[in-house]
Each structure stands twice: as C-alpha cells, then as structure tokens.
C-alpha cells in the first residue's frame, strides 16, 4: 500500500463521502491511508499478543495450585519461555486466570479489526475499479480470472472479492470466541477447544489472503489518471477547492448553475470572468490540495 500511495502521490481524483463527490485528494493519499489503517491494526494485535504471555500453567485443577510443589506455576513459566522463546509470565491471581478468557476476546477483536478494514479496503477497490465504460473506473485491478461465459470481456474483481469473504469468516470467529468466553461457568471455561481452533483459523486465513492480495491484486493495481482528472474537473464539489479563489457565495452561484445546466464548474467560472485562464491548473496542483491559499474578500 505504501508503495502505491508513492507511486500515485500525484494523481488527482475526487474524494467521496456517503458515495458523493467531496472534495479534491490524490490517489496516493488514499492509498497511503489504506497502509496507515492496515499498519495501525498490526500494532494492535502486538499489543494483544503480549496478553496471552500470562499463563495459568501450575495452578491445577482450578487454579490454587493443589497438590503442586512450592514455585511450580513460575517454574512453568519459565522453562515455557525457554522452549519457545517467547516472555511467559505466570499470572498473579491463578485462580482467577484459570475460568478467565480475556486475553483470548482481546487477541480475537484485534484479528477482527484488521479484518474489517481490510475489507472495507478491498470494496473500496472494487467500487473504484467498477465498470471501464458506465463506473467509475478510476484504477485497474489485475486480471485473474475469465469473468463470464455469458458477458465476454468482463473481468470480475476475484481477489478482493475472496479477501471479503475470508474477513467475514475472521468476523464470525470472533463471535463465535466472544460466545464461548462467555460460556465459561465457574472456576473453569471448558470451551476453549473452540476458542483456539477459531483464532489459529483467524490468523491462517488472514495471513494467505494478505499475501494473495498483495501478490495478486495491490502490486498490480494501476490508475486512469485522465479520467480521475477528468472527474476532478467536472464535479460540482471542486467547488469547494475553488472557494479561496473565488469566495463562498460565487460558489454557491457557480455550483447551482453547473447542476442546472450540466455544464463544467470550471466553464462556468471562467465565462462569469471569475478565474483567469491559468488559475483552473493552479487549483488543480496536487501540492496546492494540501497548502493554505488566500481567501478572496
């Protein structure tokens, strides 16, 4: 992602809020948000690993340690660490370790998390490759697969599609290790069985569908730079780029007039004489997307 946000870091297009043009960004920003996301959520499941470094191992039968020699729990933990070289610690309070879940509900929300943005990414994808002729067609997903016997030349997004999918699967694990964890009666939770299946299944799913998207659809992926300017161009929201330039009211003016005649916010502005010839490029210089302008009084 990183390296597609550096790649397209000067590629205009416009930006979208409930499916509506916003205002101006470039193709580079968003990707470079896609990676931050996706970046913030492996951090978090760092966090949630350390969790499951406390350990009950010693406590016995329900955690008050009966019938174990004197120091047993942190000798566990101990020679734990040293087989697998990872920091186990022996929990403070075993018998409250032993029934409790916690940390297994925690690591799940993280596996969640991840798997919901990255799905969300990949129908971002899909929405922005739609349809070369009546979509948007802002970028291009590799193709992978022969999209229909029935529609020749259609490409189906097969890849992001199938991220999708494995992400609501990662989702409906971690209901199903929320049900469990709660399940657990008393000094004992005998539903853990389900609770590792669901999370070792989480993080192999998760780890082959990141892989596959990013071998298969991300290093792939390249952008229609002149129909993204193009749309730039003809959208009623660039209006709000050009507010510095021209003030709120002449806008408001221009923005009307656009959609009543379904003609170019730029066309019209220039016609009112309320932009010269040059400033439509200035405003639409990457650089000047993200600086500070002057407003017209």
């Given amino acids: 992602m ?20 916003a205002v101006p960004m470039t193709v580079g920003q968003e990707f470079n948000a896609y990676a931050n996301n996706l970046e913030e959520e492996i951090l978090n499941i760092g ?33 734990l660490s040293k087989l697998t070289g990872e920091p186990f610690l ?7 370790a032993t029934p409790d879940t916690g940390a297994y509900v925690s690591f799940s929300g993280a596996l969640k998390c991840l798997a919901v943005k990255l799905s969300k990414i990949c129908n971002d994808f899909r929405f922005m490759a739609s349809s070369p002729r009546c979509g948007l067609n802002e970028i291009n997903l590799p ?12 490409v189906n997004p097969i890849i992001p599609e199938v991220t999708n999918q494995v992400c609501f699967k990662v989702i409906g694990n971690d209901a ?17 069985p389900v609770i590792t299946e669901c999370l070792f299944e989480s993080l192999w799913w998760l780890h082959n569908a990141i892989d596959t998207l990013t071998e298969e659809c991300v290093l792939g992926i390249t952008v229609n730079k002149e129909r993204c300017y193009e749309m730039v161009k003809n959208s009623i ?7 510095p330039y021209i003030g709120y009211k002449n806008s408001t003016k221009v923005a009307k007039e656009a959609l009543e005649t379904n003609r ?16 439509p490029d200035e405003v639409l210089n990457p650089k000047n997307m993200l600086a500070s302008h002057k407003f017209i009084k």
């Fill in 176 to 192: 199903t290790v929320t049900f469990a964890a709660e399940a657990g009666q008393l000094e004992l939770n005998v539903m853990e």
């Fill in 237 to 243: 929201g660039i209006v709000t780029a050009l507010n």
């Fill in 143 to 154: 193709p992978k697969a022969q999209g229909s016997s029935i529609m020749p030349g259609k």
């Fill in 90 to 96: 022996s929990a403070i309070d075993l018998v409250e």
């Fill in 2 to 21: 990183r390296y597609k946000g550096e790649e397209f870091k000067d590629v205009l297009k416009m930006g979208r809020t409930q499916l509506l043009d």
């Fill in 264 to 279: 170019s916010v730029y066309d019209i502005a220039l016609e009112k004489g309320l932009l010269t010839k040059e400033e």
């Fill in 47 to 79: 966090r949630n690993i350390k969790l499951l470094h406390k350990i009950n191992m010693g406590g016995t039968a329900i955690g008050t340690g009966l019938n174990a020699i004197s120091g047993f729990a942190k000798l566990c933990a101990a020679n």
